[in-house]
């Protein structure tokens, strides 16, 4: 749903701008340093980028889904770690505080997520729990009106930032899977929770991840999101948009792979003319481009039925599956296209490359995303 074509219209055109003059010009910077530029993050808090998708009366711009997945496909274009830094506010590190959060929880972090001031974590995966996410072991006990955290969590996404984590913690020992599992709202400087190293990553450079750790961390009983024993209904439903929220980049980052190939196509001459009249290179080009246009067919209609409140379980899953393959294919391409300087580090497909590689692994597998499909429809086929 567009709720004011017009502003959404001025929207796209400025992030547009934005991502063209100030994101892709300043890509290797960000490869080089591993760091997203001050003066970047900053322009993004002007924006009011970090409160995107939050709530208006909490300061955020509350996009739609059909309104979210078109600002994603556009800052898809440019490195997918620009748009890391404020994927986690306006996804999967909000997504249960605005859906579960009491009026105090909200008034307490929304304002300060939505400007940017404070910066958004999603714990939920362990060292021995990722797809199998349900299987959490870290645990938080209750003890009189606190509950104390101890275990540790895996690859969180800008974890070395964040002020504040959604962490999913085992609070039913007896109840099995995702049935014992709350979730808590912790603040970084909460004695007990302590950041490992950062990790080493085969692209996204400057999008950072790292374990975090409880080590009999206290936190209040108000610190608890949504009802006990509750928390992995919070964190599925927010894998449903974040989903949709991913799909949406890797199909912009489709678009600006097929950009870059169709250019270097078009400039590139062998056997006297450029390779772009070879009917094997406009072969690639085509399969590209409508890959990407199916994509973002599939994309634009599990928003708007998201929109108007429908189940969208499997048609998150579909657009995750179907636009993050498509993108490593097209990336596959691109990098083909380009010949021997696709492999070249200076080329932007090369990096693209390893970059829309993630696309396919966090926020459920492609694996993960044909069992929640293949599973919803045997359900249905049983009545
Ligand atoms: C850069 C990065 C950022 C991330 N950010 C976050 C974050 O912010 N918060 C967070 O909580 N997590 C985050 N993750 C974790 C991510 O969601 C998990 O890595 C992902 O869900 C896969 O889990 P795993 O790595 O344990 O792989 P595994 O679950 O061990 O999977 C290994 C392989 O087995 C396959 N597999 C597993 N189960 C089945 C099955 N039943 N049937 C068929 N195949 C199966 C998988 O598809 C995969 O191919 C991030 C990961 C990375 C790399």
């Known amino acids: ?62 996009l739609t889904m059909e309104e979210e997945v078109n600002v994603a496909f556009v800052l898809g274009r440019t490195s997918p770690a620009f748009r890391s830094l404020i994927g ?16 105090e929880q909200k008034q307490k972090y929304l304002p300060k997520l939505a400007s ?78 302590s950041l490992g190293a950062i990790d080493k990553k085969m692209g996204q450079a400057g999008s950072v991840t790292c374990d975090v750790i409880f080590e009999n961390c206290r936190v209040p009983a108000s610190a608890l999101l949504g009802k006990e024993n509750e928390g992995f209904k919070i964190a599925m439903k927010t894998l449903d948009r974040g989903r949709l929220h991913i799909s949406a980049v890797a199909t912009g980052a489709a678009d600006r792979l097929i950009d870059e190939a169709l250019r270097f196509a078009a400039d ?37 039925k998201r929109d108007e409140g429908r189940d969208i379980t499997v048609e998150a899953s579909a657009s995750k599956l179907f636009a993050t393959e498509m993108v490593g294919r097209v990336a596959d391409r691109a990098v083909q296209i380009h010949g021997g300087s696709g492999y070249i580090q200076e080329y932007a497909v090369e990096r693209f490359y390893r970059d829309v590689r993630l696309f396919r692994l966090y926020e459920g597998t492609s694996q993960i995303q044909q069992i929640v499909i293949a599973k919803r429809m045997l359900k249905d086929l049983q009545g």
């Open 116 to 193: 940017g001031e404070l910066i958004a974590s999603f714990a939920l995966t362990e060292p021995s729990a990722g797809s199998d996410s349900g299987s959490v072991k870290t645990r938080a006990d209750k003890q009189g009106d606190y509950y104390v955290l101890n275990g540790s969590k895996r690859f969180i996404t800008n974890a070395p930032h964040a002020g504040l984590f959604t962490v999913f913690a085992r609070t039913d020992q007896s109840k099995p899977g995702g049935n014992g599992v709350s979730a808590f709202l912790v603040e970084r400087n909460t004695p007990g929770l």
């Open 268 to 304: 590139r001459k062998q056997f006297g003319e450029p390779i772009a009249n070879f009917q094997l290179i406009q072969a690639m080009l085509a399969d590209s481009k409508t890959e990407a246009y199916a994509a973002r067919c599939m994309i634009l209609d599990a928003a708007r």
């Open 1 to 62: 749903m567009i709720r004011d074509q017009d502003m959404l219209d001025s929207l796209l055109a400025t992030l547009e701008r934005f991502v063209r003059e100030d994101l892709i010009p300043r890509e290797l910077e960000l490869v080089e340093t591993g760091v997203i530029p001050e003066d970047i993050a900053s322009a993004m808090r002007d924006m009011g980028l970090f409160g995107l998708t939050l709530p208006e009366e909490f300061g955020g711009m509350g």
């Open 88 to 103: 986690t506010n306006n996804g999967i590190g909000t997504l249960g505080l605005v859906s579960q959060g009491t009026l």
